[in-house]
């Protein structure tokens, strides 16, 4: 079955760990990207979104992770739920939330303000993700 995980709790294993590599991966390139974006000159628009497309791959990845049985397109539309209610929630303006918000790890994890952009940068990025894994997945079987 194409698409499909492996059912062998060796094989699972073995998913996770390298979806959990990757994510580290990602992450440092996410970090990368916003703190030594501009002053290498990149523009806005590569940090802005390259940061959101990667955030979106991160997530995908971490689904996979948790739920290593789930098919890819399963992970993905996970990962996608989760970005679309993350991305929504910046319209809520809770004091509380609108604080966390404005610490270094609530702007990383939760993002400011809210841009159907956004949306478009995460779709890539899960985009991404699937093919990553699939990449990865195609050379460890291969």
Do not use: E
């Amino acid at each position: 079955m194409h698409g499909t995980q492996p059912d062998k709790p060796v094989a699972l294993l073995w998913t996770s760990l390298i979806r959990a590599a990757l994510v580290l991966v990602v992450i440092v390139c996410g970090l990368s990207l916003r703190w030594y974006g501009f002053p290498l000159g990149l523009p806005a628009f590569v940090v802005k979104y390259g940061g959101s497309l990667l955030w979106a791959t991160m997530v995908f990845l971490l689904v996979g992770v948790l739920l290593p049985r789930l098919t890819r397109t399963q992970i993905a539309a996970v990962a996608a739920l989760i970005a679309l209610a993350v991305d929504s929630s910046r319209l809520v303006h809770a004091p509380w939330l609108d604080a966390f918000r404005l610490t270094t790890a609530g702007a990383l994890l939760l993002g400011r303000i809210f841009s159907l952009w956004n949306l478009v940068a995460y779709a890539v990025g899960i985009a991404f993700g699937v093919w990553i894994d699939r990449l990865v997945r195609l050379r460890r079987v291969g």
